[in-house]
């Protein structure tokens, strides 16, 4: 238990469906990230939330939709997504943007 | 062109040897991180550096902060099979900023 717990850890999507991702920490961290990691790649930013703001969306393509409804939970919507967004989604969260992180175990999303 | 460039990528090693990962960078970071992942795992943050010159032991593991705030190094002493995992370097470019995360470096230490 990291103090970041996501839901759900596998998920198998055809690509005309619609699902979430949860994230949720109780830690009082301020910022709150979504990161996309597949194999061979670096990490990639996706989105970054400040108090529930959304301070930055890296370029991601429009089927990934997130939601900051408060400080402690952060979601990922999913719909008509492609095979190659295949992935390890990560939630991480961190007192202040730059602070160290901490991670959650992630989502293994496989798209079919 | 990744602003943090780790090496080697890949290292396999017997378990009771030293390793050494380097994260090196053109530009200088106010801090720098490092986390292992662990396979079906998130990142676990192992220590954040601040200071040029800066060095941090956690047991076997010692963490080297360049004097120019440029690069950094992660030495393991006598590694275990636990020691496995991806090792990866983070900065950030101020205070305040988000993360760089490096490419990462898989390390496999083998009985």
């Known amino acids: 238990e990291t103090g970041v717990t996501q839901t759900p850890r596998h998920l198998v999507m055809g690509m005309t469906n619609k699902k979430s991702l949860k994230c949720e920490q109780h830690?009082?961290?301020?910022?709150m990230y979504w990161y996309k990691q597949s194999a061979k790649k670096p990490l990639e930013l996706m989105f970054v939330?400040?108090?529930?703001?959304?301070?930055e969306n890296n370029s991601v393509p429009s089927r990934f939709s997130p939601e900051c409804p408060n400080s402690s939970h952060l979601f990922l919507h999913l719909h008509t997504l492609q095979p190659e967004d295949s992935a390890l989604y990560l939630c991480?969260?961190?007192?202040?943007?730059?602070?160290?992180?901490?991670f959650g175990s992630g989502t293994r999303l496989t798209v079919v | 062109t990744q602003l943090l460039e780790q090496s080697p990528q890949f290292l396999s090693i017997q378990e009771g040897e030293n390793l050494t990962v380097y994260c090196n960078s053109s530009?200088?970071?106010?801090?720098l991180q490092w986390y292992r992942q662990e396979p079906g795992e998130g990142p676990v943050l192992l220590v954040t550096?601040?200071?040029?010159?800066e060095v941090k032991k956690l047991k076997r593991l010692t963490f080297q902060f360049g004097d120019a705030r440029k690069d950094s190094s992660l030495h393991i002493t006598a590694a275990q099979t636990g020691d496995t995992g991806l090792y990866l370097c983070?900065?950030?470019?101020?205070?305040?900023?988000?993360?760089?995360f490096g490419g990462g470096t898989r390390v496999l230490v083998k009985p």
């Open positions: 991480a969260s961190s007192q202040v943007e730059g602070a160290g992180y901490t």
């Open positions: 830690l009082g961290h301020n910022a």
């Open positions: 939330y400040n108090f529930k703001e959304q301070t």
């Open positions: 530009s200088v970071f106010s801090s």
């Open positions: 550096v601040v200071t040029g010159g």
């Open positions: 983070a900065g950030a470019e101020a205070a305040g900023n988000k993360l760089t």
